[in-house]
């Protein structure tokens, strides 16, 4: 049987990006809702993830969203949120805001429109050589909403070569993340829909390019944790964007909506390596908290993927290969959900304290009056929120 002993250092090598526009004000197309002491600027957002891992010890990196979080000095961001004990993470380009990609970015017909998302792209490299961060992550709203709209095979070469313009100006030590969606806001077809095509896209351009995998983004039914096992067998798993949904891409506290969809997807990634000393798996969260608070709703995210991890690190493998192998097909299930049925909540809680952690982080926040403290202190100013 294995013992919490035995996992303690893959959970100690845990680590989860956070991202910053989930500080942010989020919402839907019917109503983004404020909330008092949400972040005017990239500091407070980095502030707040500081919180979370001043907390949890699970967060050392913030991911960055260009231009939501653009400043003047990258230098003097890092430098601050150094200071908060935190490193400035993945650069997510953004092309699905501006006029000019209604029709698509750098899979559009125009190449004048390719060369200005190219660009843009392009700058996030210059910005993370500032902000020393490795990964490049595109996530693309570019489709069609009507069949005939345009040519998919055209746009596919158009996004061909625009990626191989980004992915020339890497730098040795970054890497490019391609994210996949099978729809939305594009309603008839999206350009990158599925890992398939990321893959197919990431593996003509080179070693340093991957794709992201968001487990919001796929058609309901999809097994998530065959693509998981997939991709790290190809070695092409560069990241995960987590959340979880009931219908869409909901974007709601990862594990909340299927906790034990989160538990075989790590399983997979515990199986594939992903969590191994050399991994190249990046794990980020990608969430909107649009009617909970957000410091708690990502501290109560990163505790749900710790737990989860815990749970899948504790299946007794010996026994289920045994089982497998016999074709014991109940025995095999049973060695699973036996670890998916271990409370591993009191052991974690612990082992935070044996680190000097809060046992009980949710709880430790809710008392330590920090929420209400910056609901005093931060009025006035523009709370931030999906627009730069
Ligand atoms: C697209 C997406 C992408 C981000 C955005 C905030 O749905 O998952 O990863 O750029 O959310
Ligand atoms: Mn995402």
Redesign the pocket.
Known sequence: MTSFADIAPALERQAIEL?S?AFGNSGTRFKVFGTPGTPRSPEEKIADAAKVHELTGLAPAVAL?IPWDLVDDWAALRAYANGLGVELGTV?S?T?QDDEYKFGSLAHSDAAVRRKAIDHHLRCLEIMTATGSRDL?I?L?DGTNYPGQDSLRARQDNLATSLQEIYAQLGDDQRLVL?Y?FF?PAFYHTDVPDWGTSFAQVSALGPKAYT?L?T??HAPGTNIEFIVMQLLRLGKLGSF?FNSRFYA?D?LIVGAADPFQLFRILFEVINGGGLDVDSPVQFML?QCHNVEDKIPGQIRSVLNVQEMTARALLVDRPALAAAQAAHDVLGANGVLMDAFYTDVRPALADWREGRGLPADPMKAYAESGHQEKLAAERVGGKQLS?SA
């Open positions: 991202p526009w969203h997510n953004n699905f992550k996530w709203a994210e969606k939305e992201c968001d919001g983004h964007d891409d974007d990608d999906w």
